[in-house]
């Protein structure tokens, strides 16, 4: 069966780093669009940043420049490297995987991985 398992939030102070992991398995990992979304409690979900089996990324504009999404085939397993953290990334990290031209919202998702960013 497919899982996606996240790991790596935790407790930071503002202007920190953080990165998180998520590894694959059940899907020919290398093909999909893998993506981390958040949620923040009262608040909707919300695209982080994806990026594509062609290695394209896209990332929400409040993250630009602060954070980047990555993946290593070999290891079936997508990062996102946290600079710069403010308060307001605060939320539960989702990750997600997509068969290209699917519906993310109706593809895999993780367990969430918490990242609080608060001094």
């Known amino acids: 069966q497919v899982q996606l398992v996240e790991s790596g939030g935790d407790l930071v102070q503002p202007g920190g780093s953080l990165r998180l992991s998520c590894a694959a398995s059940?899907?020919?990992?290398?093909?999909?669009?893998m993506g981390w979304y958040r949620q923040a409690p009262g608040k909707q979900r919300e695209l982080v940043a994806f990026?594509?089996?062609?290695?394209?990324?896209n990332y929400a504009d409040s993250v630009k420049g602060r954070f980047t999404i990555s993946r290593d085939n070999a290891k079936f397993t997508v990062y996102l490297q946290m600079n710069s953290l403010k308060p307001e990334d605060t939320a539960v990290y989702y990750c997600?995987?997509?068969?290209?031209?699917?519906?993310?919202?109706?593809?895999?998702w993780g367990q969430g991985t918490q990242v609080t960013v608060s001094s």
């Open positions: 059940g899907i020919i990992f290398s093909i999909y669009t």
């Open positions: 990026i594509t089996g062609g290695t394209t990324t």
């Open positions: 997600n995987a997509h068969f290209p031209g699917s519906d993310y919202i109706n593809g895999y």
